[in-house]
DNA sequence: TCTGGGGTCCTAGGACCC
DNA sequence: TCTGGGGTCCTAGGACCC
């Protein structure tokens, strides 16, 4: 199954492909690759890209070098420094990851035009024989193989005839590796593996499918319908029929965004409502910024909080109008503060997401109203109806103002400009590397 | 000396309307 | 006086993914 290298073969001795063909590709240690393509004196050594150690942060990606020390994704950083003392470390540059990532999904879309970006570093693609493509699937993941080889980095293929299958045939042979399942192979394939590998089952489903003595995929495929439901809920069926191989979700882009949000993990707790304050408003900036460059305003603003002992709480609190200027919604978030915490309790992280967007985002009056009017202690549950015609409506910054700065921090950076109070807490910020899925295009952040 | 950050989707319960 | 359901919206929380 595994083919490591890239040699050339004879497409005729191939058997033909019945029915749908679909591949998954999977960059191999995406972000540590890069930048070993990019400093060739990193190449053969541990490379980690992640937080800093000191201060909370985690392993995004290691190379495989580091990987031999026990380093994995996600792993605290201070864990993978006493692992691999003499790792290579940085904090990443997503300009770059997002340029290469470009490149490779050209390179599938030059194949197919029925592509699924799942991440930066991931996409599924249709290559079913007379629908999209008339050449054999087998000479198609090697020709993508090859030319993703060229970019200087390297990625994993799986390819079957269901979305399922191609994922975890990707796994299979990491990495540069390509892994086909032919059709009609699917059960034979899928069956012995641990149901941990489907998508879809997390460790909560795995320990209760484990109860009911479900151990292996096969087992899935042809458990009780009744243990199904109570697990996967309305998805049971839809879980059973991946087990069983079947092709029962199309290679479709979603790249319609349902919400956009940003958080901070602090590299010491906070306590004093005047920093929490501030840490919202310089929190809701960036996901203000965001919302405009996107051209996306919401309804539904909330805040996300996790305490000392590491437990989350949320709050959310919906608009009678769409928002995208951080200066209208921040002072809603503040409100809402108190519904989860009290006073003297530590904070360690702080998120704000907007969500529920309007189809096109109205062009806001200039001097808006005060969305947080009438949402007093009154109510928690009222409608935010209001506005304040009782209370004095407050002057709104202007909207010129807002996206003047947008267009200094787009050009200059993040810290070209800002409100005096933003500077104070970006020394705390952490710093720590994510995979943003609506980053791919987008060289903002 | 533990445990980012950015998302999506599902569920359950309450409010509210008809 | 007692007691409906159905539908929709909203909120909080949790599982899961990369």
């Known amino acids: 199954m595994g083919n490591k290298p890239h040699q050339s073969f004879d497409p005729s001795a191939l058997a033909p492909w019945q029915g749908a063909a679909i591949i998954l590709l999977d960059l191999d240690a995406f972000f540590a690759a890069v930048e070993q393509l990019d400093h060739p004196e990193w190449r053969g050594k541990p490379v980690i890209v992640g937080g800093s150690p ?3 942060g985690v392993v995004s990606t290691c190379s495989y070098e580091a990987r031999k020390f026990g380093v994995r994704s996600a792993m605290a950083s201070a864990r993978a420094a006493k692992l691999c003392p003499d790792a290579i470390w940085t904090p990443g540059n997503f300009p770059r990851y997002i340029e290469l990532s470009n490149r490779v999904m050209q390179i599938m879309s030059d194949v197919s035009p029925r592509i699924q970006q799942v991440s930066i570093d991931e996409a599924f693609l249709d290559i079913s024989p007379g629908r999209f493509v008339k050449d054999h699937p087998v000479m198609l993941a090697h020709t993508i193989r090859s030319k993703v080889a060229e970019l200087g980095i390297t990625c ?8 399922s299958v191609a994922k975890i045939a990707s796994d299979m042979e990491k990495p540069d590796g390509l892994t086909v399942i032919y059709p009609g192979m699917e059960q034979a394939f899928l069956f012995p593996l641990p149901i941990r590998t489907m ?3 997390g460790r909560q489903s795995e320990k209760r499918l484990n109860d009911f003595g479900i151990f292996t995929l096969g087992e899935l495929a042809n458990a009780d319908e009744g243990v199904l439901k109570g697990i996967f809920g309305k998805n049971s069926t839809m879980m059973r029929n991946r087990c069983l191989g079947l092709n029962d979700s199309e290679v479709l882009s979603d790249d319609e965004v349902k919400s956009v949000s940003n958080e901070m993990t602090f590299s010491t707790d906070l306590r004093e409502r005047e920093e ?6 310089m929190i809701s900036a960036k996901v203000g910024r965001r919302l405009r460059h996107k051209g996306l305003a919401g309804y539904t603003v909330s805040l996300k909080v996790r305490y000392e002992d590491l437990s989350f709480a949320n709050v959310q609190h919906t608009l009678d109008r769409p928002v995208d200027d ?3 919604f921040a002072p809603v978030l503040v409100e809402l503060l108190d519904q989860v915490w009290e006073p003297g309790t530590g904070l360690r992280l702080i998120g704000v997401a907007v ?3 309007q189809e096109r985002p109205e062009q806001l009056s200039l001097f808006g109203d005060d969305l947080t009017a009438g949402m007093g202690t009154a109510g928690k549950n009222a409608p935010a109806k ?9 002057k709104k ?4 103002l807002v996206e003047a700065t947008d267009k200094v921090k787009n050009r200059f950076g993040e810290d070209a400009v800002g409100y005096g109070r933003e500077l104070r807490f970006r020394e705390r910020d952490t710093g720590t590397i994510a995979q943003k899925k609506d980053d791919y295009k987008d060289p903002l952040n």
């Open 54 to 56: 000191d201060k909370r």
């Open 156 to 163: 994993s293929i799986g390819l079957g005839t269901s979305k």
């Open 199 to 201: 998508s879809g089952v």
């Open 276 to 281: 929490i304050k501030q840490s919202i408003e």
């Open 326 to 328: 951080e200066h209208e």
């Open 355 to 357: 969500a529920s967007f």
């Open 386 to 394: 209001t506005v304040g015609d009782k209370k004095q409506p407050r």
């Open 397 to 400: 910054p202007k909207r010129a």
